[in-house]
């Protein structure tokens, strides 16, 4: 089943950012979403996750399709490696976290809080529960932040692994990920002219 986005409209704190936004990503492919800071990624991506409504325009094939990775690892710093994955592994009503430990090197860190990681370290564990929610379609916000080109490296062959199974993913990002099977998106066409305040602000973004 695709994700399809149609002459979607979306608000940043009550102001139009992005308007007339289309797309359509098919099982086994990746689309990566470009443009300059502040331009409405972040944006679309957390409407295409149910975090923010549209002003208008459909979505369709989300539901409860989607795992949803931002800039916050999303960690509890007092659970362990694998306790952390256990739990969300739980939470998506799965149990194997093994390929996830393998996709991002974590075995030797199973043991270890979260809390006490290193930026880059805490940033693979975040990207591994991707793995545990058995959900087709990730929606990545600049997923690579704080990793080095080997743990980039680790997460370009999670996600191709995970395309090769027949999952998507929509990815915003400023590097090139060396994914042959990605389209690419540049959204600064669909940016909404300046205009008045629409109602109330986005107080769920962030």
């Not at 470009?34 to 996750?49: D, H």
């Not at 990681?117 to 932040?145: C, F, H, I, M, Y």
């Amino acid at each position: 089943m695709p994700l399809s986005i149609h002459d979607l409209t979306l608000a940043r704190g009550g102001v139009p950012v992005l308007t007339g936004v289309s797309l359509s990503l098919q099982p086994g492919r990746a689309l990566i979403l470009r443009g300059p800071n502040g331009s409405g990624k972040t944006t679309l991506l957390r409407t295409i996750a149910g975090l923010a409504p549209p002003l208008s325009g459909t979505i369709e094939g989300a539901e409860d399709r989607v795992a949803y990775a931002a800039h916050a690892d999303g960690l509890k710093a007092m659970l362990s490696v694998t306790e952390n994955l256990t739990f969300w592994a739980s939470v998506f009503g799965q149990i194997d976290i093994n390929v996830a430990l393998e996709a991002y090197d974590l075995h030797a860190l199973k043991d270890r809080l979260a809390g006490t990681l290193s930026a880059g370290q805490k940033r693979r564990l975040g990207l591994a529960r991707l793995l545990v929610t058995g959900r087709p379609v990730w929606v990545l916000d600049e997923p690579t932040v704080s990793l080095d080109a080997q743990a980039v490296a680790m997460f370009a062959a999670a996600v191709r692994g995970h395309l090769e199974g027949g999952g998507s993913a929509l990815i915003a990002t400023h590097i090139d990920l060396g994914l042959s099977e990605a389209d690419v998106l540049d959204i600064s066409p669909f940016r909404a002219a300046d205009g008045a305040l629409v109602g109330a602000s986005d107080e769920a973004f962030l």
